[in-house]
């Protein structure tokens, strides 16, 4: 009966979502809708399938549930060799990875497919803030870290925060457990926050600053890549201003640790491809993205460095232990 | 009168047949949607996304359809707590506290009726003030920082003994045990895991969606099994329905002043319809004199939670709309849409993308008019679908509740879940102790700690910043009077009149 029952929920639903074919891949958005990962399984599996890397529609499946955790205990273990298979991932796959936020699951049981997009991560004030650079700001920590909150969309100990303590610590100051943080409810809660002189800076992505940007209600004092944003060229690099730090919210996907060689390949090649596209370069301007290709075993090895930098980071806070 | 050019720029955009066909179909379908418990308007919005798209609306089109969807469930979620005193979504709780009641005592075409007016006269006001006061008020989220909001948590806490007709100490117990189990999940603040027991299903806590069709439709399957259906509560009656014009008149204020406080709660990011339509309810019960009906059918006890949870949806559009920062469930799913039809919400909106803005505002004044036509003259279409006879009713009650919790997670745990707060439900229920607060303490208990915590975080520990400004203090002074008050008013408030019960 249990059985009759779930298979009649599942049908339901699938034929709600309005898919096809049975027997297409399938691309899990460990969320639900609307999200960032939902952005990726939709847009990549759709432009996978409009510009022919694959031959069927790629169903797209939300598994909400304990941060991305449950879909990747579902990977792991019912779906290890399931070569139709991928999920979407991103900066905060391999942060909750790094800090064991998904129940003694590691980086390990799954393979990193390639990332070819990403938001980029942007420290910025209030307009009215006495902050200037990037440099008055690490400054003010530096002298007094009671002085300076920083907000974020993220919880503490999430990227938003890492990537304060990664700007912090390039700049010589190793006393992180005493920088103020606090996490918000999205990117545009923290941010008010900061203009109505809450908090005095927030850590964030592009994509979650630019409308304020534009009405000037805040200033951006640095972002988080290797080369100035497109679009956004008077925005100084962290790096041009001495702090070596590339933090960007990656957008990407993972598969089953069980699959073949070959359908690595294969799943690399078609992603390879949908980076190439003219089509994921529109959806990328129209979402605020900026160019970020890693892919195969290239973006496997970066994981594994974030994942490290990360766990270091997060041991010293006392995320973890 | 710039405004008014806009918005007849607006009414050209929202009456075209297209748009104006989108926002009555929206308006259907949102009411069905609000009327089915365990469907509400976030889940709503969030399952009709993927229509919006394959039928290849563009952005206006898909706003129009979505936010009338939005507002259809805010009026539709009052039909099942009035009729079943099971709320069709969230904000329809406190419906339930007076509605059904009333509805018992054969006045439930009133009742229904009433509502619906107050829905109406709530939505429309605050599209008026989302109209006029959108720019304006969008500061004023900047001046609520973490103590404010603690303080405004406080406040809604402290009167929750106003909800309670009888016992204000069962209330209390069942807002603490709301709020422990808001304690299961991610800790935001450490990010510590707390009473998962392991298990990866319970790290986002629990889903109050999942709570309150276990709470009340659930546990309603299990009081009428207990009861093999003879006096089981289900299936009121209906005569026909008339326009109660004097609960209208007498509900005149109620549905003013709920209107503000709603509207308000709205504006504030992360308060949103729930608490708009839970304030409008403890305030109108503080304010009149005579509140010993409250509870047992009063008319202002259904009109003060259905004007303040619908004008809190206008509202909540503002922060939306203009800050990018959702007031609520629904405007985080709207928020969502709006991104992905590369619309981005913030400051410039208004400028960027007046069309989208006015023709969005101008279709919510149509959806109010064609909603206020649905659900007063032909209420009856809408209740037909819950007035099958009970041994069919509830059954698929329950088979609706199981879809749509399934919806939100695809997860069978939620399922359990459920069927576990239907069982705590039914032994409350023996017990004499008010469900409703479990809810808000689910809903609010996050919010409350997280806010005290960063305040903590902000000022280094030192409990006084919770008093550092004039808006937190407000709150502090309302919430000590909500709570210590009612105590010593008592006496003196009830004295002229015999106890009657």
């Known amino acids: 009966m249990n059985t009759i029952f779930k298979r009649f929920a599942a049908g339901l639903i699938v034929s709600a979502s309005l898919t096809t074919s049975a027997m297409a891949a399938e691309c899990i958005a460990p969320a639900n809708p609307g999200g960032g990962w939902d952005f990726t399984c939709r847009t990549i599996g759709k432009i996978m399938y409009d510009i022919g890397a694959v031959d069927a529609p790629i169903q797209v499946t939300n598994m909400a549930g304990g941060g991305g955790g449950l879909a990747y205990s579902t990977v792991v273990n019912e779906r290890n060799d399931d070569e139709d298979l991928i999920v979407a991932a991103s900066s905060a796959t391999a942060t909750r990875l790094a800090q064991n936020a998904y129940g003694g699951m590691t980086a390990d049981q799954v393979r990193f497919l390639g990332a070819i997009g990403a938001d980029p991560g942007v420290i910025a004030v209030a307009a009215d803030s006495p902050y200037k650079t990037l440099t008055d700001l690490l400054d003010a920590v530096k002298a007094d870290p009671k002085s300076v909150t920083f907000a974020g969309g993220s919880a503490v100990g999430g990227f938003d925060h890492i990537k304060v303590l990664m700007a912090l610590g390039r700049a010589g100051f190793n006393d992180i457990r005493a920088v103020k943080y606090i996490g918000l409810d999205g990117g545009g809660d923290a941010i008010t926050q900061a203009i109505g002189g809450h908090v005095q800076a927030v850590t964030g992505d592009m994509s979650e600053v630019v409308g304020f940007l534009k009405s000037g209600d805040i200033r951006v004092l640095a972002a988080f890549t290797d080369e100035r944003i497109p679009g956004f060229e008077d925005i100084p690099t962290a790096k041009e201003q001495g702090i070596d730090v590339v933090a960007v919210n990656w957008r990407g996907l993972y598969v089953p640790k069980g699959i073949s060689d070959e359908a690595y390949q294969k799943w690399s090649d078609a992603l390879a491809k949908v980076a190439a596209s003219d089509e994921w370069h529109e959806a990328m301007v129209s979402h605020g993205l900026a160019p970020f290709t890693k892919v195969g075993p290239d973006f496997q090895n970066y994981v594994n460095g974030v994942i490290g930098e990360i766990a270091q980071l997060s041991r010293d806070i006392g995320v973890i232990k | ?501």
């Open chain 2, 1 to 501: 009168m710039e405004t008014l050019s806009l918005l007849m720029d607006g009414f050209a955009v929202a009456l075209t047949p297209t748009t104006l066909f989108l926002a009555v179909i929206g308006c259907i379908l949102g009411t069905i949607i609000g009327a089915l418990p365990g469907l509400g308007p976030s889940n709503g919005v969030a399952i009709l996304i993927p229509l919006a798209f394959s039928l290849g609306l563009d952005a206006t089109a898909s706003l129009v359809l979505m936010t009338s969807v939005y507002y259809g469930a805010m009026y539709g979620g009052r039909i099942s707590s009035i009729l079943l005193n099971i709320p069709g979504d969230e904000p329809a709780l406190m419906t339930t506290l007076d509605g059904y009641p009333m509805a018992k005592a054969g006045r439930a075409g009133d009742a229904l009726v009433l509502s619906g007016v107050a829905s109406f006269v709530g939505a429309l006001l605050a599209t008026f003030g989302l109209i006029l006061l959108a720019p304006v008020l969008a500061r004023l989220a900047y001046k609520f920082g973490p103590a404010e909001y603690f303080a405004l948590y406080i406040l809604a806490f402290s009167t929750l003994g106003g909800i309670a007709s009888k016992n204000q100490a069962k209330a209390a117990i069942a807002a603490c045990i709301g709020l422990g189990i808001s304690m299961i999940g991610i800790d935001n603040n450490t990010s510590i895991v707390r009473f998962t027991y392991g298990n990866l299903h319970l790290y986002d806590g629990v889903d109050f969606l999942v709570a309150i069709v276990g709470l009340f439709a659930v546990t309603e399957v299990f009081v009428f099994i207990e009861s093999h259906g003879k006096d089981s509560a289900i299936g009121v009656k209906l005569g026909k329905i008339t326009i109660p014009v004097n609960d209208i008149l007498l509900c005149k204020w109620a549905m003013l002043r709920s209107t503000l406080i709603g509207f308000v709660a709205g504006i504030l990011p992360g308060a949103g319809a729930s608490l708009g339509s839970f304030l409008s309810y403890s305030a109108e019960k503080a304010i009149v004199k005579d509140n010993s009906m409250f509870g047992k059918g009063d008319p202002r006890g259904v009109a003060a939670p259905e004007a303040g949870n619908n004008a809190a949806a206008g509202g909540a559009l503002i922060p939306m709309l203009t800050l990018g920062v959702p007031g609520s469930g629904t405007t985080a799913v709207l928020l969502a849409l709006l991104m992905t039809l590369n619309i981005t919400p913030g400051p410039t909106l208004f400028t960027d993308r007046p069309d989208v803005v006015w023709g969005l505002i101008a279709s919510l004044l149509i959806a109010n008019v064609v909603l206020l036509v649905l659900n007063v003259p032909m209420v009856k279409f809408f209740v037909r679908i819950l007035m099958v006879p009970p041994w069919v009713l509830l059954p698929g009650v329950t088979m609706v509740s199981f879809v749509g919790i399934y919806s939100l997670s695809g997860s069978t745990f939620d399922l359990l879940m459920m069927i576990g707060f239907g069982a705590m439900g039914f032994f409350l229920r023996k017990l004499d102790v008010p469900t409703v607060p479990i809810i808000l303490g689910i809903l609010l208990g996050n919010r409350m700690e997280d806010n005290l915590r960063r305040a903590m975080v902000i000022s280094d520990g030192d409990w006084t910043f919770l008093f550092s400004s004039w808006i937190a203090i407000g709150f502090w002074a309302a919430a000590i009077l909500g709570f210590v008050g009612p105590m010593f008013l008592r006496g003196v408030l009830k004295k002229p009149v015999p106890p009657t019960d």
